[in-house]
């Protein structure tokens, strides 16, 4: 990298730990400074679902992701632009990532076209006739003025052919060039390219090379957690993040199961983000220090101790779990804000810790005691 050129994201490796792959960073953004390995929540239509900009900061939160085809059909990015960019727009100072809505197309299924040019669908809220491509994509995340821009990529299903794999994977290297032609603004934003390729070895090497290749501020992982087992998950991790250079962010996308963000940061990962933790929060769950505890059930009805005990959240140091199972049941909005800033901040913490126990070379162990205190089999 070159340090008189330096991109507007860069990721500063201060540790690398000599049992596991996991490093320590600081992810320099133009709205601010983040510790690494770091938990993005996801604010799809520029908000966190429930949480106010104050409430996030209160969990720890610095960085979070919004979403390009959300925003590209409702309210539009020129009104974004007019309000001053996304980060003025839902009073946020800290740094922004935005997803380039590619996940999002290939979510629709039978409602889209993929051709090289791009893809046209169907919009979710009306049926309209809508298109992107890697230039709109990228266009409308430049006029959101997002910190990371991420590349327009097919995410390739699963499972898929080999054959399907291969040529989705060289159709996302040709729209990442694109991507890259379009975008004029590196000074303040940066394009991470997604590295593709299924569960198929060879084909994961081949992507990595294709988009390293073009020397981004940064790189992403797709095509995971799209429903192959946690194993699979990680085998393809295993031999993936060793091809991304160790200079620059690695950005595993869709994952934030306390389990995987440990394996992910054991494997190298900087970067992870997911509705998760908000999600199960709406469906009345919530992650404590030894394992989900679902509020809306009728053993904690009388039950006045914090959701969890160890936890220093603004829910747990103010209210029961009878309290907040008694707001979910009455459908109050206070009550899945409640279990929302909870589990945010949870995942904050255990990030917090994990970098912790890779300062002080302890992560192994760190994960033995988690997984046996919340559950998990070995």
């Known amino acids: 990298m070159d340090v008189n050129h330096l991109p507007a994201v860069r990721l500063e490796v201060l540790k690398e730990d000599t049992r596991t792959k996991a490093r320590l960073g600081k992810l320099h953004t133009p709205h601010g400074v983040f510790d690494t390995p770091v938990f993005m929540p996801v604010g799809t239509q520029a908000t966190v679902k ?13 960085i979070i992701l919004s979403n390009t085809y959300h925003l590209f059909l409702r309210p539009g990015q020129e009104l974004i632009r ?38 046209e669908f169907r919009s ?14 990228t266009q409308v995340q430049m006029a959101l003025g997002s910190d990371i821009v991420m590349a327009f990529d097919e995410c390739t299903p699963y499972p898929a052919t ?60 797709g095509g995971l957690s799209v429903g192959e087992p946690k194993e699979l998950m990680y085998e393809v991790m295993d031999y993936t993040v060793p091809l991304l250079p160790k200079d620059r962010p690695r950005y595993l996308m869709g994952v934030g199961s306390p389990d995987a963000l440990i394996e992910g940061v054991i494997r190298g990962i900087d970067m992870f983000d997911c509705v998760l933790p908000t999600r199960i929060a709406r469906n009345g769950t919530a992650m404590t220090r ?20 160890t936890c220093d959240c603004y829910a747990c140091r103010n209210y029961s779990r009878a309290y907040i199972r008694h707001l979910l049941k009455a459908d109050e909005i206070l009550g899945l804000r409640l279990m929302s800033i909870h589990n945010i901040h ?33």
């Open 290 to 309: 030894y394992g989900k505890l679902v509020v809306r059930n009728a053993s904690v009805a009388h039950d006045f101790t914090p959701i969890d005990p």
């Open 346 to 378: 949870f995942l904050q913490t255990l990030m917090k810790e994990i970098r912790q126990a890779i300062a002080e070379e302890r992560l192994p162990e760190y994960r033995r005691k988690f997984f046996t205190d919340y559950g998990y089999d070995e």
């Open 124 to 137: 979710h809220l009306d049926g309209s006739r809508q298109f992107l491509s890697p230039e709109i994509a």
């Open 162 to 221: 080999r054959e399907y794999a291969k040529s989705s994977l060289e159709r996302t290297t040709r729209w990442l060039k694109r991507c890259k032609d379009t975008l004029t603004t590196t000074d303040r934003q940066s394009l991470f390219g997604i590295v593709q390729g299924s569960m198929f070895e060879e084909l994961r090497k081949q992507s990595a090379a294709e988009v390293t290749d073009l020397d981004l501020p940064g790189y992403a992982i």
């Open 82 to 119: 007019e309000a001053g960019g996304l980060h003025s727009f839902m009073h946020w100072d800290g740094a922004i990532l935005t997803d380039s809505g590619g996940f999002q197309v290939f979510s629709l299924g039978d409602l889209r076209k993929i051709t090289d040019e791009g893809v």
């Open 50 to 62: 429930t949480m106010t900009p104050e409430e996030l900061k209160d969990t720890g939160s610095g």
